[in-house]
């Protein structure tokens, strides 16, 4: 298998980028009135129009042949069976055998750890079930009302949108929030107004070390001692945690029962199959949250049996590769056009940019092709008042994905044909432009800008399941095309030890560190330390 930029696919690739630089999409639509039907594909509830992209027929086939000619049907197969691909941590990766729905044994290290991710599963259901029935009770024998998720990025980006996007399927009488910020005024906010004596917390952190979800944990449990009167023993009446680090959830002051476990062969952003996913059961309840991995798994069987060209994930990601290593687009736009959905964007966020936001591939070697887009979005219309002139008249070229579901709420059912009608004029505009018919040079579209349409039949559990492993694998497939290891996130731990260093440091006049560094620290220190007699206000001009 010969390295990304080096193959004979890739090299085909340049050149029809080169020959077909000027093509515009709507001639291939006149060129070939089946393009609509060739270029779409329905999995499940999931429909994806990818007709829309700068793809010329002989492109299509050249991308197809860069899969085949990369290690994916391979890798896949190690995915599956749990190899250890993420080759920087020697771990599997294997959050698809957290949605196994079969009796196939999946075995890591020579040990089936099916029967370990089921009774994970009955213990989620089970104490889900003790929750919402109200035999889970407070200290002061009241009904849990509120679930507070205490986590950050894959310990809250992932239950955060599902449960966002779920909101049909929950209870008015019991509401999740989800605190993840250090800025101790987001767990603030979250608080107000909630009753401790009827607020279970659950500390989601698969490593139990981040800082953020350490202090929030803390001055959460501080929060319901002051509040109702809690002793240090009926603290674990409201907390429980989920984690692959059991001693230290126990340190924290959890009880063994409430601790939930999971595996490092899970990564954080790979994670809200497992019990990170507690939230989730507990606002939709466990059959909802099951019909999520089923979806899920739907789209398994999907990416491990369907041929390349007729494989969404495959297609998802050959598109993504077309664009941005061939027509040079930086980032990728995600805009779904569902309110529930707003949480996508950012969701997508951390499993793209810290998966494939890499730069040495798989030997070690610096890449020299790029990698994963910026990835970036919001919901559908509110786009449109704000950065879609960008995207119509802009200098810069930016592929969205436009995802939506066909399913109206009744009560709002006119502005769901709204919404809808606004997401299907935009895909057509950034493709056909308006240059023809408008002069004024200034007011023109040029349009012939690419955009995938992915339709839900409705927003339902298993829909929105399958939509998230449709990205998973889409991921995946890219960075095994550009042969990258998309399982690990090395870059994160710089910053968090300079944080710690510098939280140690503020106080010294050290001079470890750069003048700008050290003069903020200074600044900072004052700030927060008035008594040190400077008011720590910046001075206008000093800087220059
Ligand atoms: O800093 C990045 C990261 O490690 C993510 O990969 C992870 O999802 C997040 O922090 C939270 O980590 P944990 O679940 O261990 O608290």
Request: glycine residues 8%; charged residues 20%; contains cysteine.
């Amino acid at each position: 298998m010969s390295a990304p930029g080096t193959s004979e696919s890739w090299r085909l690739l340049d050149q029809l980028a080169d020959s077909h630089r000027h093509d515009r999409i709507a001639d291939y639509f006149s060129a070939d009135s089946k393009r609509f039907e060739a270029m779409s594909l329905k999995v499940g509830g999931l429909f994806l129009d990818y007709s829309k992209n700068r793809v010329a027929p002989p492109v299509m086939q050249a991308l197809i042949d860069l899969a085949r000619d990369s290690d994916l049907e391979h890798r896949r197969e190690q995915m599956f069976s749990g190899a250890a691909i993420n080759i920087t941590e020697d771990r599997p990766v294997l959050h698809t055998a957290l949605r196994n729905r079969s009796q196939r044994p999946v075995e890591v290290e020579g040990q089936n750890v099916m029967p370990a991710v089921r009774a994970s599963l009955d213990k989620i259901k089970t104490f889900t079930h003790q929750v919402r029935d109200g035999q889970w009770r407070g200290h002061t024998g009241k009904r849990i009302r509120h679930i507070v998720n205490i986590g950050i990025g894959g310990s809250d980006l992932g239950p955060n949108m599902v449960c966002r996007a779920l909101l049909d399927y929950q209870r008015a009488d019991l509401d999740v929030h989800f605190v993840s910020n250090v800025d101790g005024r987001h767990l603030k906010k979250v608080l107000r107004g909630l009753d401790p004596e009827a607020t279970l917390f659950v500390v989601s952190t698969k490593t139990f070390s981040t800082q953020e979800t350490l202090l929030n944990a803390q001055s959460a449990k501080r929060w319901l001692c002051k509040n109702s009167q809690c002793s240090d023993q009926e603290v674990g009446q409201h907390f429980v945690a989920v984690s692959t680090n059991k001693e230290a959830a126990l340190e924290f002051g959890i009880r063994e029962e409430n601790t939930f476990e999971f595996w490092d062969w899970v990564g954080g952003r790979y994670s809200l199959w497992s019990s990170i996913g507690l939230p989730i059961a507990l606002a939709v309840g466990f059959d909802a949250f099951s019909e999520l991995l089923e979806g899920a798994y739907d789209m398994d069987r999907h990416f491990v049996e369907a041929p390349f060209e007729a494989n969404m994930p495959v297609i998802l990601a050959l598109m993504g590769i077309w664009n941005s290593n061939f027509l040079g687009a930086e980032t990728q736009a995600i805009i779904p056009y569902d309110q529930a959905l707003h949480q996508l964007p950012a969701f997508l966020q951390q499993l793209d940019m810290e998966s494939n936001g890499k730069s040495v591939d798989l030997n070690g070697n610096t890449v020299e092709h790029a990698t994963g887009p910026i990835v970036w979005g919001q919901t559908g219309s509110n786009g449109q008042h704000a950065f879609f002139q960008l995207l119509h008249q802009g200098t810069r070229f930016v592929p969205v994905d436009f995802i939506a579901s066909l399913k109206a709420d009744e009560e709002v059912a006119e502005h769901h044909f709204a919404l809808l009608t606004n997401m299907l004029a935009q895909a057509s505009a950034l493709m056909n432009g308006d240059t023809q018919e408008n002069h004024l040079s200034y007011a023109g579209c040029p349009g012939n800008r690419p955009s995938n349409v992915l339709l839900l039949d409705e927003l339902s559990p298993r829909n929105v399941g399958a939509l998230i492993a449709l990205y998973e694998h889409k991921v995946f497939v890219q960075g095994v095309i550009w042969n990258i290891n998309s399982f690990d996130q090395w870059g994160v731990q710089l910053g968090k030890r300079l944080a710690n260093d510098i939280s140690r440091n503020i106080q010294s006049n050290t001079d470890n560190y750069d003048a700008s560094t050290r003069g903020l620290m200074g600044i900072v220190n004052r700030g927060l330390r008035p008594e040190t007699g400077d008011s720590g206000d910046l001075k206008v001009g000093s800087g220059t």
